[in-house]
């Protein structure tokens, strides 16, 4: 998936927002979750950014720092939910975005309800993640943060990131988010914020007319269940979905299930799903095949060993499932040092492609003693099922054609790049190729990945 591009949009009220937009599909905007953030840092972070990615698989998702925090604006005056409401609605305007849908995360739900509220026209669709209504949902937790906060900065984010948002359990993920609300804002800001002082905004629930789907984990306290229960009942069109577990974090614990529940109230196919359900790779129907091959294996045998050499295919085998788990590949088989998979879309395969030599080239520079590379081909067609392998024309000029990349390449045919257009990969046209068992040569290019 290519980078995101931070960009900024400029408030009624003259406050400039910092945002950026991943994915494709219909357009739906994030709120962050505290409601404080960092974009970059958040980019930059594992957790964050397996969710991004992940839920704009199917959907536009866009990103923003709220006012007075992360690259935004950070000196405002204004901080009531009034303003942070101009805050979405700068970016929508700026995207050009008649209508949208709208997720609102924890601490993050009050502006996207307070905006569902003012402007149903604009809103398609809610989702309120552990939302609330009123400060009185986050008590007493709520009362003693707030004491914290003046009494200990560090040990408020601490407290914040372990009890509220990442769990007890979860040390690494706790202690990275209390780095990034440390970044993101000032604590003056938080003291001045309106969700920090209180606020009660159920008298606007009955004006939301869009569906809303209400999400919340069991064991969650900021806001606890039975304030979740009394959000829901009060919405006119809302389905509540309770699901295990205390964090505030959606991508802390089972990420999957929140955003297939988010997938399936927006009516967007789960590509994990569909390929799962019916792998396209078992009708014979038209298909991208993938073939990855790692360099030099014969040599790297001979060179380190057999032990050796199985760590890194090992490696290899992790890091390619995991990609055809991401984006809805079947593999078909193992060739020994590499691996056949196919997709139901091109555009998987190539996202796929691109993971897989991000994911190697991570590897290999963490663990240089066992670091390698490979090549990467890619075709598309309809080949001959039989016993749960492919064969065909389709499948031999795959096979070829990762046969004639270099290390740490991805080469597709013609009949790939143009299923893909209009997806915004770079292609470098390599020219033609005369490739073993083809009479005629094959134009081949070369997709951008680092």
């Known amino acids: ?25 219909p357009p739906m905007i994030i709120t962050p979750p505290i409601p404080w953030s960092h974009l970059q840092m958040q980019l930059d972070d594992p957790g964050y950014r397996a969710w991004y990615e992940r ?65 149903p026209e604009r809103i398609w669709r809610l989702i309120l993640w552990c939302g609330m209504a009123s400060a009185s949902g986050a ?42 609300m440390r970044a993101a804002v000032e604590p003056e800001t938080v003291r001045r914020a309106g969700i920090a002082e209180g606020f009660d905004i159920n008298h606007l629930l009955p004006d939301i007319r869009c569906p809303v789907l209400v999400l919340h984990r069991q064991q969650a306290v900021l806001p606890d269940m039975e304030s979740t229960r009394r959000l829901a009942a009060a919405l006119p069109d809302a389905q509540l979905v309770v699901m295990d577990g205390g964090a505030l974090l959606p991508w802390v614990g089972e990420m999957e299930a929140v955003v297939t529940a988010v997938e399936d109230f927006l009516g967007l196919a789960t590509p994990i799903s569909a390929a ?22 014969t040599m790297l045998t001979q060179s380190v060993g057999d032990a050796a050499a199985q760590t890194v295919v ?29 997709f139901p879309l091109a555009s998987s395969a190539i996202e796929a492609a691109i993971a897989i030599q991000r994911a190697v ?18 075709n598309a067609g309809e080949p001959v099922v039989e016993e749960e392998d492919m ?3 389709a499948v031999q000029l795959a096979r070829r054609v990762c046969d004639h990349g270099e290390a740490g390449s991805i080469l597709v ?18 020219g033609e190729a005369t490739l073993r068992g083809f009479e005629d040569p094959v134009r081949l290019y070369e997709v951008s990945w680092p």
């Open 391 to 393: 064969f065909g024309t």
């Open 361 to 378: 080239a991570a590897h290999s520079e963490a663990h240089p003693e066992t670091a390698f590379r490979v090549r990467i081909g890619l």
């Open 314 to 342: 090992r490696a290899h085998n992790m890091i390619v499932r995991e990609a055809l788990r991401q984006f809805g590949g079947t593999e078909t088989k193992h060739t020994g040092d590499g691996i056949m998979a196919s």
């Open 55 to 119: 839920i704009a698989r199917t959907s536009r998702i866009i990103c923003y720092d709220s006012r007075g925090s992360g690259l935004s604006d950070r000196k405002v005056a204004d901080l009531s939910l009034e303003a942070l409401e101009l805050d979405i609605l700068a970016i929508a305007d700026k995207l050009g975005l008649e209508k949208f849908a709208l997720l609102g995360i924890s601490i993050g739900s009050p502006p996207a309800i307070t905006l569902a509220a003012h402007h």
């Open 139 to 180: 008590s007493p937790y709520a009362q003693a943060l707030n004491a914290l906060l003046a009494a200990d900065w560090e040990m408020y984010t601490q407290t914040v990131a372990h009890a509220t948002v990442a769990g007890w359990g979860s040390s690494d993920e706790a202690g990275r988010f209390a780095k990034l």
């Open 413 to 430: 045919t013609d009949v790939v790049r143009q299923l893909a257009a209009g997806k915004r990969y770079l292609f470098a046209d390599t």
């Open 276 to 297: 799962a359900a019916t792998p396209k790779a078992a009708t014979g129907g038209m298909v991208t095949i993938l073939f990855t091959d790692i360099e030099g294996s």
């Open 1 to 25: 998936m290519a980078e995101p591009r931070i960009q900024y949009a400029t408030t009624s009220d003259g406050v400039s927002i910092a945002y950026f937009a991943m994915g494709e599909g």
